[in-house]
């Protein structure tokens, strides 16, 4: 049985730092990813790592501020999130994908996506 289980969530003030975990466990994944989706918005995708290449890859709200690290032989892998706005405020998804993408496919696009944790909610206050 495959689960993703994310931890780490919390409530941090606005310039501050949260770390956030992703375990995944029941299968071996090519790629894992974070997404978030804040109160009455869509889902946003945030980072993600490849294990092949190890490079990560972020959305431009984030870049600068967040770091996507990872321990492939553990299928682990951390969101690091620093300079936390307000707007930071959301439910973090874990998201892993089985295989390599296709070529056209997009990382930043859910539905590439096999298995989903069942969310952490972050919350910044200013």
């Known amino acids: 049985q495959v689960q993703l289980v994310e931890s780490g969530g919390g409530l941090a003030q606005a310039g501050g730092s949260m770390r956030l975990s992703c375990a995944a466990s029941?299968?071996?994944?090519?790629?894992m990813s974070w997404f978030r989706r804040a109160p009455g918005k869509e889902r946003e995708f945030v980072g993600t790592?490849?294990?092949?290449?190890?490079?990560?890859y972020y959305a431009d709200s984030v870049k600068g501020r967040f770091t996507i690290s990872g321990d492939f032989a553990k299928n682990v892998v951390w969101l690091q999130m620093n300079s936390l706005k307000p707007e930071d405020t959301a439910v973090y998804y874990c998201?892993?994908?089985?295989?390599?993408?296709?070529?056209?496919?997009?990382?930043?696009?859910?539905?590439?996506?096999?298995?989903w944790g069942q969310g952490t909610q972050v919350t910044v206050s200013s």
């Open positions: 998201a892993a994908r089985l295989n390599p993408l296709l070529v056209g496919d997009m990382p930043s696009r859910p539905r590439v996506y096999d298995y």
């Open positions: 790592m490849a294990w092949r290449t190890g490079i990560p």
């Open positions: 029941g299968r071996t994944f090519s790629r």
